[in-house]
């Protein structure tokens, strides 16, 4: 049976992770606020500018350009966001579950990778890892987004990449997020989308020379509305494994103290039987 200092001290120990765990369920809730209306008011933006993209590219007949080509040779890139801290549930791990299931060979695989868990979680396992970007996940802006279109948008263009794909968090609400992949590079569903109705544009220069400056900009675009949906997801996450946290320390404590009270009654109880047996061996 544990001293009565032994539970005091922990009582004081499961207290004081209380404390903390609350304080960052307050910081993730106040945070997650704004990430949100950040990833609601970017969705539809996104959304427009991919059906502009895809009317554009139906427009321009036989347009040619290096995003748009399909490659032989090369390998699969994927593009995994995943967080720099813990403390968020499962939201890194299912990440990475949700990467597992895309992937093919690992000899046939390259890693573009952003957020610390992922540099960790796959430098673990001895894959391929091109470039690693950390610092910024539960804050990206749109230069973090450049900069990592940017890179595997080169990959593509020098052959390096056969295809790129990106493995993000979309955020649902507050208590729902789902692990997606989209495919980056090269554009294959622009001409699918394309042929259905569409608006009319008059193109000033050409609709090829348009689509050429519309594509990056597009590709920045979807990188950078992934980096706000997962965001969103990661301080969702944490918030809901902050609050559990929170909740599992006070039961705990509850716990504890209605041990501490026994242990205490059973001290008393065993002192009073010795006082009154020392008194009846005394008579």
Request: one cysteine or more; charged letters at 25%; glycine letters at 4%.
């Amino acid at each position: 049976m544990a001293s009565l200092q032994d539970i005091r001290r922990r009582i004081k120990s499961v207290t004081s992770i209380q404390q903390i765990t609350s304080a960052m369920n307050m910081v993730a809730t106040s945070r997650l606020r704004r990430a949100k209306e950040k990833a609601v008011k970017n969705r539809p933006y996104a959304d427009k500018v991919r059906q502009v993209v895809s009317d554009v590219a139906a427009g321009a007949a036989d347009f040619s350009n290096p995003l748009l080509e399909v490659h032989d040779t090369g390998k699969d890139i994927f593009l995994i966001v995943a967080a720099d801290k813990g403390l968020a549930g499962a939201y890194s791990s299912n990440v990475f579950k949700e990467a597992a299931r895309q992937m093919g060979e690992k000899s046939n695989t390259r890693l573009v990778l952003s957020g610390q868990k992922g540099v960790e979680h796959y430098h673990a396992r001895d894959f391929d890892i091109a470039s690693t970007y950390t610092g910024f996940s539960d804050k990206p802006t749109y230069e973090h987004a450049k900069k990592l279109a940017q890179d595997v948008t080169q990959r593509f263009i020098s052959g390096e990449a056969k295809s790129v794909r990106m493995v993000y968090t979309k955020f649902i609400s507050a208590l729902t997020c789902t692990p997606e992949t989209i495919q980056l590079l090269p554009f294959e569903t622009l001409s699918a989308e394309s042929n259905g109705p569409r608006d009319e544009y008059i193109f000033e220069p050409s609709a090829a020379e348009v689509l050429g400056f519309l594509l990056p900009m597009y590709l920045e675009t979807t990188v950078y509305a992934a980096l706000l949906q997962s965001a969103a997801s990661e301080l969702s996450s944490r918030m809901n494994a902050m609050s559990s946290a929170t909740d599992n320390a006070e039961e705990l404590i509850a716990d504890m103290n209605l041990y501490y009270n026994k242990v205490r009654q059973a001290n008393i109880t065993r002192e009073i039987t010795e006082i009154v047996g020392g008194a009846e061996a005394l008579k």
